[in-house]
């Protein structure tokens, strides 16, 4: 029986398990969206949930207040990468100031083909997807036409696929 029994263990010893929770921390905090299996994305939710409410109560307090030396401190405990450290309290803590809580959402993509995994997508709350990261300059010509949402992305591949198909078929004529 699991009756009171807080977190989930993740096939893992206690050691690796809070190695894998930072990692995981850092990168989500690092690229503000990352896929992993879906019990992971539930374990890592309060984990950076609890950071960044530390990370809003420093900067609550002002920048040179012993407050906030001790949400640095606290944080760093946690992130070992401080220029992640220092994204989070100049960029990401600024961004939930006004909002309770809830910086997080896990949304299930399916699962992985391999070993039919449960995998979800964990992402920050409002984050700007920045398409021109992740494919280059396709992605650029999509975020350039103006495609807001999935929709917009949609509409725009579908316009870029027609575009190809045109110059393809002038390429024929030729």
């Keep these: 029986m699991r009756h009171r029994v807080a977190h989930r263990k993740l096939g893992r010893v206690t050691e690796h398990r809070i190695a894998t929770l ?8 690092r690229h503000e969206r990352i896929d992993t299996t879906l019990a992971k994305a539930k374990e890592l939710r309060p984990f950076v949930e609890r950071l960044i409410t530390v990370a809003k109560r420093g ?10 030396l001790h949400a640095r401190r606290l944080v760093a405990r946690d992130l070992a990468d401080k220029k992640v450290a220092s994204k989070l309290f100049e960029s990401i803590a600024p961004r939930f100031s006004e909002r309770p809580g809830g910086y997080t959402r896990v949304l299930q993509l399916g699962r992985r083909k391999g070993d039919q995994a449960e995998i979800a997508q964990i ?4 984050s700007e997807y920045d398409p021109t990261e992740a494919d280059g300059d396709d992605a650029a010509e999509e975020a350039a036409s103006g495609g ?22 002038d390429a024929e004529k030729e």
């Design 123 to 126: 992402e920050l709350v409002g």
């Design 59 to 68: 900067i609550a307090e002002g920048d040179d207040t012993p407050k906030a």
């Design 148 to 169: 807001q949402g999935v929709g917009g992305r949609l509409r725009a591949a579908a316009k870029r696929l027609r575009g190809d198909a045109e110059e393809g078929a």
């Design 22 to 29: 930072r990692n995981q921390a850092q990168m989500l905090l």
